[in-house]
């Protein structure tokens, strides 16, 4: 079983619709929890990370995370053909011998006009 | 302009040929990391670098080798490359929290 699990899509939305990405995690020691974006030909470039249980809003994007349930969700409302993305959940342990970064294989969105 | 930067970004090549990629960051970042990413496998850690001199193992080392001898660069290297190391390739910087990592564009490589 990997660490981190993830939907690979793809998933296509009308434009203005609301999306909602998910992962699910297996190790309760994970500390940060991220989401980045990677478009084609591109490197990842991080959305948004959070530390806690909760939620987090950044303008149209909204990250939420369950530890009890070890569940990471994005949200994204108001979606726009710029967001068409591969979307990747990644999670980080902080130690003192190596930060250990663990990502998700990614969603591939396609948001159409 | 803060950025990472990898070189080539597209590589072919023939098994057994010896190849480098180069990796530098403007940053001042002490993390780097090498990544490759594979169709239905995600990113995966190749080496890492806390710091200048200080490299080690990520998940999937085997036939990569790396180096950090100065604080900006952190080159890949391939010492005989096999066609299962045909990927897209990542280099990555951060501060030593790791939060917010930067990549470069990528590499492309091919093994023929």
């Known amino acids: 079983q990997k660490e981190v699990e993830q939907d690979p899509g793809p998933l296509s939305v009308p434009e203005g619709a609301i999306v909602s990405l998910n992962c699910t995690y297996s190790?309760?020691?994970?500390?940060?929890f991220m989401w980045y974006r990677q478009y084609s030909r591109k490197g990842p470039e991080l959305l948004m990370y959070?530390?806690?249980?909760g939620n987090k809003e950044d303008g149209r994007f909204t990250a939420q995370v369950d530890k009890s349930s070890k569940y990471i969700s994005l949200f994204i409302r108001d979606s726009q053909p710029s967001d068409s993305a591969t979307y990747l959940c990644?999670?980080?342990?902080?130690?003192?011998?190596?930060?250990?970064?663990?990502f998700g294989t990614g969603t591939q969105l396609k948001v159409e006009l | 302009e803060a950025q990472v930067t990898q070189n080539p970004r597209y590589l072919i090549t023939v098994t057994g040929k010896k190849l480098t990629v180069t990796c530098s960051q403007n940053?001042?970042?002490?993390?780097m990391s090498w990544y490759r990413q594979d169709p239905g496998l995600g990113l995966r850690q190749i080496y890492y670098?806390?710091?200048?001199?200080?490299?080690d193992k990520g998940d999937v080392p085997e036939g990569y080798k790396v180096s950090r001898k100065e604080k900006r660069n952190f080159p890949l290297i391939l010492e005989s490359p096999s066609p299962n190391q045909t990927s897209l390739y990542f280099c990555?910087?951060?501060?030593?929290?790791?939060?917010?990592?930067?990549f470069g564009p990528g590499t492309r490589l091919l093994v023929l």
């Open positions: 990555a910087s951060s501060t030593r929290a790791a939060e917010t990592q930067y």
């Open positions: 190790n309760s020691a994970f500390q940060y």
């Open positions: 959070t530390y806690s249980s």
């Open positions: 990644a999670t980080l342990i902080l130690t003192g011998g190596g930060n250990k970064l663990t």
């Open positions: 940053m001042n970042h002490e993390y």
């Open positions: 670098s806390m710091n200048v001199e200080v490299t």
